[in-house]
T-cell receptor, first 108, second 112 residues
Framework: GIQVEQSPPDLILQEGANSTLRCNFSDSVNNLQWFHQNPWGQLINLFYIPSGTKQNGRLSATTVATERYSLLYISSSQTTDSGVYFCAVVGGSEKLVFGKGTKLTVNP | DTAVSQTPKYLVTQMGNDKSIKCEQNLGHDTMYWYKQDSKKFLKIMFSYNNKELIINETVPNRFSPKSPDKAHLNLHINSLELGDSAVYFC???????????FGAGSRLTVL
């Protein structure tokens, strides 16, 4: 099945810093989503982005489908950005397959 | 509120017991899912239903049985609970075509 690799696995930032999270996938996809799991466990859908670029406030995402990667940018990070960020893709199987996540800690 | 709601949020039980987790969505979505998140935060799909029909059934022990009485509900029943079943179980729903998922808050199952 399709493999999803996220990097880095852990990231520690000071408040106000910018960061880039990466998601590589092993096969062509028709669906790619980024999720944030907050410290209370809630999974929030950030972007549906099978290709192209989207922005939502301080967050933006870019997927280059031909090169099989997606990037999530977080600018001017805040402590509330802490949590785990997951990339999830759908290849040919109709299943949304998750990466192992990037754990982000933003310190005040 | 429009949402995916799961009950119970916490469940502590003994090995060998049978338990159920309920899920309801009022988003009008066609497809519902159960995911399991282990202690290392890895999320893995267990089941998917589309309009009450099972469409994805991963290699899950047959002690786990999903039931979808209608397209707004997907319940998970687990028989003969084992220690390794301890995890957080997430219900999710999505529209068939675009399939952007909305997740419930999760149900933390602890088997003692």
């Amino acid at each position: 099945g399709i493999q999803v690799e996220q990097s880095p696995p852990d990231l520690i930032l000071q408040e106000g810093a910018n960061s880039t999270l990466r998601c590589n996938f092993s096969d062509s996809v028709n669906n790619l989503q980024w999720f944030h799991q907050n410290p209370w466990g809630q999974l929030i859908n950030l972007f549906y982005i099978p290709s192209g670029t989207k922005q939502n406030g301080r967050l933006s995402a870019t997927t280059v489908a031909t090169e099989r990667y997606s990037l999530l940018y977080i600018s001017s990070s805040q402590t509330t950005d802490s949590g785990v960020y997951f990339c999830a893709v759908v290849g040919g199987s109709e299943k949304l397959v998750f990466g192992k996540g990037t754990k982000l800690t933003v310190n005040p | 509120d429009t949402a995916v709601s799961q009950t119970p949020k916490y469940l502590v039980t003994q090995m060998g017991n049978d338990k159920s987790i309920k899920c309801e969505q009022n988003l009008g979505h066609d497809t519902m899912y159960w995911y399991k998140q282990d202690s290392k935060k890895f999320l893995k799909i267990m089941f998917s239903y589309n309009n009450k029909e099972l469409i994805i059934n991963e290699t899950v022990p047959n002690r786990f049985s999903p039931k979808s009485p209608d397209k707004a509900h997907l319940n998970l029943h687990i028989n003969s609970l084992e220690l390794g079943d301890s995890a957080v179980y997430f219900c999710a729903s999505g529209q068939e075509v675009v399939n952007v998922l909305t997740f419930g808050a999760g149900s933390r199952l602890t088997v003692l």
